[in-house]
């Protein structure tokens, strides 16, 4: 019956899953949001999510450190955004079609490494939640959003984070400046590619990061394609938060409640067929990017190229 989804077990449930599970759209969402805000559009997260989730899980497995699976799951994510950066800044390529061609690459790059190196599903020892002391002893609240592991405190510590270093830092006004108008800020001085590489490599190690939280923290886990959209999902989330931080916090929150609803629905058997419950999450991203279009600017100069006169 459907009325088993309003009980409280049920709700602590989607509550607290629905926290944890927002995690890699924090991390790519806000890494997006960095590129998007200087004017570098980069649909190849979701192809950069994979290799990090790849790279995490596999180091991870063979050296017993998880540290190390995160810090490989940086660099691999660094290599993508640079390699996105210098296709889109410096050779001035439609950052749409290169977007789409490093998704691609990822995602056969992923696939290829686990039918190499580890030819089935495997599991690892991952990240185990870690109480706050005190706070983690308050009813309800303690168990949703003190309980959790590293990851999912660091994304939400990493919130607050961007938008300060987005708003009130010298960097970030740069970040906004070429953003909007870059003719401007290189009149002023201001090294417009430079920014715009250090904001992708910037998205593409939280994109890294975004995976490795799937395969070492959520889900102890790598298959192909593990993500399964939520890296397209997260540039989405970008355009519902209008280009913000927290912005982006509101719409991964929404997008993870109703992707731990539809999990419960199954878990439940509840009479509603799966295959409507596993596509709640897409149909939601189609309606947040209908309205986004509607009530948000995007930056001026997002999607293109600069090219310095004289």
Known sequence: M???????QVLLG???SGIRL????LYAGIGETFGQRSGVLNLGVEGQMLVGAFAAFYVARITGNLGLGLLAALFVGALMGLAMAFVSITLRAKQGISGI???LFGLGLSDLLFQTLLGSVQTVSGFRPLAIPLLSKIPVLGEVFFNQNLLVYGAYLLVPLAA??????????KIRAVGENPEAADSLGVNVSLVRYI????GGMLSG?????LSIALLNVFQQNLTSGLGFIAVALVYFGGWRPWGVLAGALLFSMVNALQLWVQVLGLPIPSEFAVMMPYVLTIVALVVAVQRVRPPTALTKPFIREG
Do not use: H, Q, R
């Not at 300060?164 to 006004?173: A, I, P, Q, R, S």
């Not at 904001?199 to 910037?202: E, G, K, S, Y």
């Open 209 to 213: 990061l975004a995976g490795a939280s």
């Open 14 to 16: 989607i509550l607290t």
């Open 199 to 202: 904001t992708v490599t910037i």
């Open 22 to 25: 927002a995690t890699p759209y």
């Open 164 to 173: 300060f270093v987005m708003d009130k830092t010298t960097f970030g006004l």
């Open 2 to 8: 459907i009325s088993e989804l309003f009980t409280a």
């Open 101 to 103: 061609g490093f998704f």
